[in-house]
């Protein structure tokens, strides 16, 4: 593809840049400098190396987290990071099309649409408008783990990764065949907002 | 690292924060007053009062960006122990998933004062609108901006399926229909047909947020939030508003 060169050709290669990257982050030493040139050449085309399904949530901007400058990471980011088609269909885009070779399912300490579900499992509080959506969607993994040992949010959190990240493998056949054949691998981490830290699972 | 960044980082994240604030003309003692306090949710102040000041925000820091001067660069991890507490957003992004078109980065904005929605082709969803709906009702966001791109790969392929019925594999031509009614759109006018087809969807998109959002068109209506829509040149680095 025209555009800069993949930053990562592998899989490995590509976890080992966001490992590094956010290592940076939580050191506060991250660069990022030298984004007029990489604009220019951007012109041209596109090699992200990797997708990342997150939340919209703002403490979690994904490219700031990771350190990596723009080209890098295709986005998809609803709140409650969970796989809906229209995600489906982004995520196979840059498989198919940009050949990308990671998927990171990224979910995040202190989400409220998790908390949003929780309450709802709870108490039964419904939320408004189309907000009750993302309740049911995230009401699969916070009910799995509900009487699990520790803290049912930062559980349902991870199930919710979790969950995700298989049904990106189970409903695309996109996905599906390109993990079989080693170009392409699904993980699943969890940002702390406190320290920062992306825990991958 | 640029001047710029090395004299913010010395200041440190919530003095940058405050002068920012403070240039925009808002009160100073507004921001540190208990009555903000309890106004706004947990975490840092909101970096904008109204939408006119976020829609401003999000200008100034588009400007920064394209005069490669950010003030928001460098790791945020100061901030980011204060945003454990709670968020306090002043813009919604919608988006494409495009690797070259990072919110938070083409804004100059820090972490906290985006909230963002990205899907290939930034068009929207009915879980892209339960997460607005999110960001305007509950963490009270000011504005919320449809962003399309120059180049976009979702809306060239939408160009292929109206030319000659070009179709995508797989879910990807779910992205291909989202698109096709502003390709069809502006199918034969003057000018370019992709850029005018971007531009396009940007609008569309803008329209469908308040007719499909009740919470989102009373929000407009009672002047809550502001919706514009803008398209970010890649090359320029610059994004330009719709009107």
């Given amino acids: 593809m025209p555009g800069p060169p993949p930053a990562a050709s592998t899989a490995e290669q590509s976890l080992q840049l966001l490992k590094e990257g956010n290592a940076r982050f939580v050191a506060d030493e991250s660069h990022f400098d030298g984004i007029s040139a990489r604009r220019l050449e951007l012109v041209a085309g596109q090699n992200p190396f990797a997708i990342v399904l997150g939340c919209s949530d703002s403490r979690v901007p994904i490219e700031t987290v990771f350190d990596q400058l723009p080209g890098n990471l295709f986005v998809v980011r609803v709140a409650g990071n969970f796989l809906d088609d229209n995600g489906l269909a982004s995520i196979e885009y840059s498989v198919s099309i940009l050949g990308s070779s990671l998927i990171v399912v990224l979910g995040h300490s202190g989400c409220g649409a998790v908390d949003a579900t929780l309450q709802y499992l709870r108490n039964g509080t419904v939320q408004p408008g189309h907000i009750q959506r993302l309740v049911a969607a995230i009401e699969p993994a916070a009910a799995a783990v509900r009487d699990e040992d520790g803290d049912w949010w930062d559980n349902a959190v991870a199930e919710n990764v979790r969950l995700n990240a298989a049904s990106i493998v189970r409903r695309s056949e996109i996905v599906t065949k390109a993990v079989e054949s080693g170009k392409l691998r699904v993980v699943g981490g969890v940002y702390d907002l406190h320290g920062g830290k992306v825990s991958f699972l | ?243």
Avoid at chain 2, 44 to 72: I, K, M, Q, W, Y
Avoid at chain 2, 131 to 156: D, N, P, Q, R, T
Wanted: neutral net charge; contains cysteine; charged residues 15%.
């Fill in chain 2, 1 to 243: 690292m640029n001047e710029n960044c090395d004299q913010f980082d010395h200041v440190g994240p919530d003095r940058a924060h405050f002068l920012r604030v403070a240039g925009l003309g808002l009160g100073a003692a507004f921001a540190g007053s208990p009555l903000a306090a309890a106004a706004a949710g947990a975490g840092p102040a909101r970096g904008a009062t109204t939408p006119a000041g976020a829609l401003e925000e999000l200008v100034s820091g588009d400007a920064r960006f394209t005069a490669g001067t950010p003030a928001n660069c460098g790791s945020q991890t100061g901030r980011m122990a204060k945003l454990g507490e709670g968020q306090n957003p002043h813009a919604i992004i919608l988006s494409c998933s495009d690797s070259r078109v990072p919110n938070d980065t083409i804004f100059d904005q820090r972490p906290g004062n985006i909230f963002g929605v990205r899907i290939a082709g930034n068009y929207v969803t009915n879980d892209g609108l339960g997460s607005m709906e999110y960001g305007v009702a509950v963490l009270k966001a000011l504005v919320i901006v449809v962003l399309g791109h120059s180049g976009c790969g979702a809306v060239k392929a939408a160009l292929g399926f109206v030319k000659d019925g070009t179709t995508v594999p797989g879910h990807i031509q779910d992205v291909v229909a989202a698109v096709a009614p502003a390709a069809k759109a502006t199918k034969g006018q003057p000018g370019d047909w992709l850029d005018n087809a971007i531009a396009e969807n940007v609008r569309m998109n803008v329209k469908a947020l308040t007719a499909r959002s009740q919470i989102l068109s009373d929000a407009e209506k009672n002047g809550t939030i502001k919706i514009v829509g803008g398209v970010y040149n890649i090359g320029a680095a610059k994004v330009t508003f719709l009107s």
